[in-house]
């Protein structure tokens, strides 16, 4: 059964770092490319980065370009996300999915969240 | 970017009803497009695929039809658990965006 079990989140003061880990099981990893997705409080999805299947190719939201760094490990298969230079805009739960793949379309697998408050 | 306008936002409707949700894409999205239902607390979960293709365990009601730039969502009769939120995203261009989502809820 395939599995993306995150960690990390929390609450942040403005302008501080943090850093999310998604762990990924039942399929093989480096085959798929990952994203993250948010979803602020009451409100929808909004796609925040991407990465390809060997991490050579990385794609970010225009709003978290340059503060946000995507990341992954396929010997351990775990997909990251270091998120500096935080705003309360920034305040959502934060999701990973597997992403495209083969013939396999995006997100038929996603994480359980993780909440990341941005607050003094 | 290309934009997702979905409608409604929101929908009443009665068990047994059938109920629409449409999403239009800015752009020519082919069949690349994907709808989930989330339920509160809860990661999206996917049911249709390449705009009609129903992902294995989704009940038969659920439908999706479509190509192009105009897209439709169909549950054939409405259920007490289909109470939730859906969205719809297209996967043809990155960022991969959604639509606005359409929260359905039991008259």
Sequence with gaps: ??????????????????????????????????????????????????????????YYADSVKGRFTISRDNSNNTLFLQMHGLR????????????????????????QGSLVTVSS | DIQMTQSPSSLSASVGDRVTITCQASQDIRNFLNWYQQKPGKAPHLLICDASNLKTGVPSRFSGSGSGTDFTFTISSLQPEDIATYFCQQYDTLPYTFGQGTQLEIK
């Excluded at chain 1, 770092?17 to 099981?25: E, I, P, R, T």
């Excluded at chain 1, 999915?97 to 995006?106: Q, S």
């Design chain 1, 1 to 58: 059964e395939m599995q993306l079990v995150e960690s990390g989140g929390g609450l942040v003061q403005p302008g501080g770092s943090l850093s999310l880990s998604c762990a990924g099981s039942g399929f093989t990893f480096s085959n798929y490319a990952m994203t993250w997705v948010r979803q602020a409080p009451g409100r929808g999805l909004e796609w925040v980065s991407s990465v390809s299947g060997n991490g050579g190719s990385k």
């Design chain 1, 88 to 111: 309360a805009e920034d305040t959502a739960v934060y999701y990973c999915a597997k992403d495209r793949g083969g013939d396999d379309p995006p997100g038929d697998c996603w994480g």
